[in-house]
């Protein structure tokens, strides 16, 4: 869900100080695990400060769960603890020693404990309150537990990876490629899961389930692994940083440039299938699937590219579509179907030099209008770009950056992500209030030249800024890459919705009659919800069910994400290449859990609720 926490000062411990830090650590972890061993509730509460928070994916729950303060978190422990029961706690292995870092104005340490529970292996992080002169008793301020392997079903990786020495002493039987070739082609059974959609978020949760054993097949619409990426427009690159994207397993090169271009993740999301031996169908459609209730199994319908629909019969349907739904938002406005130019989604917009020295309308001020418009300019169009609603904008650098400057400080992708998934809602909102402000410090004179050309900011409801809006809608931001400085010069120019009456033949008549000819029209007006995609291939009664999907839900991850759907054996996957990476491993070990037919049912008690203003509500009840 992104990076967080940029609020820091004085970085780490120095070496010299490591020792004793570590020993701070132990000291406490060793209490506070024969405290869970005991299950002794009051004892465990009494290590929280009294504003502490505990998150728990999976290993606790079966969900995901944040619970704040001390009678919260008491009323967790007793629905909890005695299923859990977790053991042997231990520093982790393999992971950051622990340090002393600023958050939030505070300094902490940070540090991570791997523990057992009846069915798996988890791994902690937490943040201890750190006082130099009182160094002894640290309080918890934020504890993360997490499920990270299955007992008996453990990630075949390191020690337990393939010998490979069957391939070295068989001459007369299949080799690598032979296997390799029959596990793509499903002709030795219905593969247990089956995967709509090859893009980042298929790969990872395909990669994840082949490393626990899980028969695994994906299906991808386009003709090659990655024309997701590669079939978009042109001057596309991410605007995150690489240290921040890579997927489970294998990380980018060293070598990579910090913002990765389109056509170079698509050529890694290719070799990322073929590396990590996973059985992806090219030019194979999904067309529908219904769901047997007695055999708890789908019959899904795909179509090749002859045409031939195929039948396969997996237990579990992913969705692998991302956070929406790829069906474009086209909105109805007045008087488009009499325009005689080009009218285009911005999905099917790819490059500019067809329209050198024409006049361009680009509708829409989020990421993808903004830079359409600017590809349009720069390939000789004349551009003018309509805003709808107001949108946040931030520099790419530095501001849009900080949001994952997290990432930047040194330890393992894997380990910060156990830092950005541990921040329960009210800090969250507080940093990115905090980061809000600095940001819109940095960007003003960027911000101020906007303001002047007329155009509409905004930060969202709580001054939370582009994050934040996201993870709440998914869009409604613009990362400046150069658009802003167009529109503040007026080499690109500006209008509003608001200003327009209706298109006519040629172009655009404004309120005051005054018609303004183009020979393009780009809808950079974003897609349909995700619900709208389920609806197309499963149909209405079941994404009725399911609802809307994205945006915070009860317990504060993205509704109907990463977890149980209200329909049985239906599973959805997307987002950002962080979010893919991190929650894949949970989504892998929830379908592994039900196959296996050891899943526990989720805790019924839900996650602390807030106010807007991030205070809490009242105290749970089970």
């Known amino acids: 869900m992104g990076g967080v926490d940029t609020k820091k000062a004085a970085h780490t411990t120095n070496e010299a100080d490591t020792g004793g830090i570590e020993g701070i650590f132990e000291a406490w972890l060793t209490r506070f695990g024969e405290a869970l061993e005991r299950q002794d509730t009051a004892e465990v509460v009494g290590f929280f400060a009294e504003d502490g928070f505990w998150k728990d994916i999976l290993s606790f729950t079966w969900g995901y769960r944040t619970f704040g303060g001390k009678d919260d978190i008491s009323a967790a422990l007793e629905a909890t603890l005695s299923q859990t029961r977790p053991s042997r706690l231990r520093p982790a292995a393999n992971r950051t020693k622990p340090r002393v870092v600023r958050r939030s104005a505070r300094s902490v340490i940070e540090a991570y404990f791997d523990f057992d529970t009846p069915i798996g292996q988890g791994t902690g992080f937490v943040r201890l309150l750190h006082d130099a002169d009182r160094p002894d008793d640290p309080a918890v301020w934020i504890l993360l537990t997490t499920l990270q392997q299955l007992h008996g079903f453990e990630e075949r990786i390191g020690d337990l990876r393939p010998t490979g020495e069957q391939y070295s002493r068989s001459f007369a039987g299949d080799n690598w490629l032979d296997e390799r070739r029959r596990s793509a082609s499903c002709v030795d059974g219905a593969p247990d899961v089956l995967i709509v959609g090859a893009g980042q978020g298929g ?314 000819d183009f020979d393009l029209v780009v809808m950079a007006t974003g897609y349909s919800n995700q619900q709208e995609g389920i609806r197309r291939m499963l149909g209405d009664e079941i994404a009725d069910k399911i609802g809307p999907v994205w945006g915070f839900d009860e317990n504060y991850i993205m509704r109907n994400m990463w977890q149980r759907t209200a329909q049985e054996n239906l599973w959805l996957m997307g987002g950002s290449l962080l979010d893919c990476r991190l929650y894949s491993r949970f989504l892998a070990l929830l379908i592994k859990a039900e196959l296996e037919g050891i899943a526990q049912t989720e805790v019924g008690l839900p996650s602390t609720r807030y106010d807007a203003d991030g205070t809490p509500r009242a105290a749970l009840t089970s």
């Open 203 to 516: 790969l990872a949760l395909a990669a994840r389930l082949g490393q626990v054993g899980v028969r695994t097949l994906v299906v991808e619409k386009n003709g090659r692994i990655g024309d997701n990426w590669r079939n978009r427009y042109h001057s596309l690159t991410l605007h995150n940083e690489v240290w921040a994207n890579n997927l489970p397993y294998l990380p980018f090169p060293s070598t990579w440039p910090t913002f990765v271009p389109k056509d170079k993740l698509a050529g890694w999301l290719e070799g990322y299938a073929e590396f990590m031996e996973l059985d992806v169908w090219t030019s194979t459609e999904f067309v529908e699937a219904d769901y047997d209730t007695t055999a708890k199994r789908w019959t899904a319908r795909v179509r090749g590219q002859d045409g031939t629909i195929q039948e396969l019969r997996p237990t579990h349907l992913v969705l692998a579509s991302g956070g929406t739904s790829g069906i474009p938002h086209r909105p109805d406005l007045p008087g488009l179907d009499d325009f005689r130019g080009t009218v285009m989604h911005s999905s099917e917009f790819t490059s500019g030099l067809d329209f050198t020295g024409r006049k361009a309308l680009v509708i829409g001020t989020g990421n993808s209008g903004h830079d359409v418009a600017q590809d349009l300019y720069s390939n000789g169009a004349d551009v003018t770009i309509m805003q709808r609603k107001p949108t946040c904008v931030v520099s790419l650098v530095p501001s849009g950056t900080m949001v994952y400057s997290v990432y930047s400080e040194g330890p393992p992708a894997d380990d910060v992500d156990l830092v950005t998934a541990a921040i329960p809602f009210p800090v969250l909102q507080n940093t990115y209030q905090w980061l809000t402000k600095r940001t819109c410090a940095l960007d003003k004179e960027l911000l101020d030249g906007l303001r002047e050309r007329g155009f509409q900011l905004e930060f969202g409801p709580d001054d939370t800024g582009f994050h934040m809006l996201y993870l709440r809608r998914g869009g409604g931001y613009y990362i400046n890459v150069g658009c802003s400085d167009m529109i503040i010069s007026g080499e690109i120019k500006l209008i509003h919705s608001q200003d327009y009456n209706r298109f006519v033949e040629s172009g655009l008549r404004m309120g005051n009659d005054e018609v303004y």
